[in-house]
């Protein structure tokens, strides 16, 4: 038991290590927040199994903090991205914008 | 003259209190007093009755306040005047900016740039249900976890922030929130003259304690986390609520 | 109908948080009913016959879609990470969907942000408007194909 | 023994995540890379904090782990409200 949960624990750091290269790599702000969310939503995830197979006691708290995760990371970053986008800091490498020629835009 | 006479009554009234307080045999010398006798050791050994035996988590009966949880045993059992005190500052604090920024009449919400989008709202109202929970969680189990009736309000004012933030029309009812607050307030004074009624002092613990670490374990204190979480959530939903409107105009 | 679906996800909720005792069982039944005498007026999702069955449908059919494709997002994210030079050609496109209800159309967008290459902005009526990392598709349709497509049809029988 | 060395390498690895998120913070040329950054630093903490429960094998990590979830949403939130406000004209 200890094996397996050290063995998610070890995925996790990863995907978390990969989410701090993504957000530190990518070139501009939207593929920022996609390597982030990503990335952090699974580091997560396989962090939290490792410690519940750590100990099974702890199993139903766990599964609360990663269902709170899931809904909420999500959430978070497209409030993010529509603020970017509102805020006018839009990336010029787009090469197809049709958040622009919608009814209200702007 | 009158400042000399002053300085002549001060010292006077100093050269009295030193000498009174020698010839009292209760007040020990300087330098004669041993720590372990002072009353911080045994609250750290919650045996200020008896006899100066250690708290085992789980196994302890009857300890004083029953409460696993250090601080919250001084906080709300010990200095629980001091407590009343915090949340009084609290209560005048809400009732200035209600003062300030309240206006008769009708009111509406602040137009914000902030425009939320869909998965926000409808997301905040799946959440809303988590953190109030969670507040409600770290309330209650006050006396054997860290938080309490603060922590635990400052969550529940959190969830209303959120829906605040995540809906533009949403306003929550400031009538209930002062009502609440208003009953949660006087419901601990009423405690504590239940404790002088059916104990010595005011505020004391009436309540029979368990064993330490068990969820029914504590006498009054879970009572009174409540009632503090009840008033620090109604209160600072109400600065969110007042700061975020504006009486209307027009 | 209203009242009880509220009670049961604030009783679950607590119970998951605090454990399942004989005293917290008791306690936290006392709590969800109060609580749920004040927020039943918010609720608006209501239950019906069928919700065991959606809710076993949700678990054993949706989550290890969900998983697989997160999983596979991750790896798509890695390979661009560790590249030495991003391969991207990005832009932002709508993909119309056809589930109605709110959550259906939240779970679904939450699903299209975690999957390979696409971030979810914002939904408006039926369109979602979606920031991909490589668009491929040159209209609607294939965009759709490619997107939200392997979701719908499974959220299409859980959600309205 | 070999727990130590595991420990180890978990926390370096997430230590790493920090860094990597804290450099993006410092760089960050516009505030939503920032915000960003926080947000990507706000969840390697929770994991960090996960870990930690594991470690000294308290529950009440994980509490604390569940709050500051909690509390890094609506960070995220008002932030997101906050740059949303903050248009270029008047920058």
Redesign the interface.
């Known amino acids: 038991m200890t094996i397996a949960s050290y063995v998610f624990l070890i995925i996790g750091g990863l995907f978390f290590l990969l989410g701090g290269l993504g957000v530190l790599r990518m070139p501009d702000t939207f593929n920022r927040i996609q390597a982030g969310t990503k990335a952090t939503t699974l580091g997560a995830f396989s962090t939290l199994i490792g410690v519940g197979l750590g100990n099974l006691d702890w199993a139903f708290k766990i599964v609360l903090i990663i269902v709170f995760i899931v809904i909420s990371n999500p959430i978070g970053s497209s409030a993010i991205a529509k603020a970017t986008y509102k805020s006018k800091q839009i990336p010029d490498n787009l090469v197809q914008d049709e958040l622009a020629n919608r009814g209200d835009a702007k | 003259m009158k400042k000399l006479f002053a300085f002549v009554l001060t010292i006077g009234l100093g050269v009295l209190m030193i000498f009174s307080l020698r010839a009292n045999t209760l007040f020990p010398e300087f330098g004669d007093v041993s720590i372990a006798d002072r009353i911080s050791a045994l609250f750290l050994d919650k045996s200020v009755n008896g006899d100066n035996g250690d708290v085992v988590f789980g196994q302890t009966t009857d300890a004083e306040d029953g409460a696993a949880n250090l601080v919250t045993s001084i906080v709300v059992d010990y200095r629980s005047f001091d407590t009343l005190g915090e949340v009084t500052v609290l209560f005048i604090s809400s009732l200035g900016v209600a003062l300030l920024l309240g206006v008769a009449g009708k009111q509406k919400r602040l137009a914000?740039?902030?425009?939320?989008?869909?998965?926000?709202r409808?997301?905040?109202?799946?959440?809303f249900?988590?953190?109030?929970?969670?507040g409600?969680?770290?309330i209650?189990?006050g006396h054997l976890?860290?938080?309490g009736g603060f922590?635990g309000g400052a969550?529940i004012a959190?969830s209303i922030?959120?829906l605040y933030?995540?809906d533009d029309e949403f306003r929550t009812k400031v009538k209930g929130f002062k009502v609440l607050e208003s009953v949660a307030g006087s419901l601990y004074v009423i405690v504590g003259l239940l404790g002088l009624v059916l104990a010595t002092y005011f505020l004391q613990n009436f309540l029979p304690t368990g064993t330490v670490g068990?969820?029914?374990s504590a006498g009054v204190l879970p009572i009174v986390y409540v009632l503090i979480g009840l008033k620090v959530g109604s209160e600072i939903s109400g600065i969110i609520d007042h700061f975020l409107t504006e009486g209307d105009l027009a | 109908m209203k009242y009880l679906a509220t009670f049961l996800v604030m009783f679950v909720v607590y119970l998951f948080l605090a454990g399942f005792t004989l005293d917290e069982v008791i306690l936290g039944s006392i709590v969800s009913a109060a609580l749920t005498l004040i927020l039943v007026k918010f609720v608006d999702f209501r239950i019906d016959w069928k919700f065991p069955w959606k809710l076993v449908k949700f678990v054993f059919v949706y989550l290890p879609l969900f998983i697989w494709k997160l999983i596979v997002a991750n790896f798509d994210v890695a390979r661009r990470v560790l590249t030495p030079k991003i391969p991207l050609n990005p832009g932002i496109v709508k993909v119309k969907t056809n589930l109605k209800g709110d959550f259906g159309k939240l779970t679904l967008a939450n699903s299209i942000t975690l999957t390979p290459g696409t971030l979810s902005i914002d939904v408006e009526d039926d369109y979602i408007y979606v920031h991909t990392v490589d668009v491929k598709g040159q209209n609607e349709e294939e965009n759709r194909k490619n997107i939200s497509e392997p979701f719908e049809k499974v959220l299409g029988g859980i959600f309205k | 023994m070999t727990n130590d060395i595991l420990n180890i390498v978990v926390f370096s690895l997430l230590g790493l995540g920090v860094l990597f998120a804290v450099i993006r913070f410092i760089k960050g040329p516009k505030l939503s890379d920032r915000v960003v950054a926080l947000d990507t630093f706000n969840m390697i903490v929770i994991g960090v904090i996960a870990v930690l429960a594991a470690v000294f094998q308290n529950s009440l990590y994980l509490d604390i782990a569940m709050v500051y979830a909690i509390l890094a949403f609506l960070e995220t939130v008002v932030f997101a409200r906050y740059v949303e406000g903050k248009n270029d004209d008047n920058r």
């Open positions: 914000l740039n902030f425009k939320p989008n869909f998965m926000l409808v997301g905040s109202r799946a959440l249900g988590i953190i109030l929970m969670t409600v969680y770290v209650l189990h976890t860290p938080g922590p969550m959190s922030l959120l933030l995540a068990d969820l029914f």
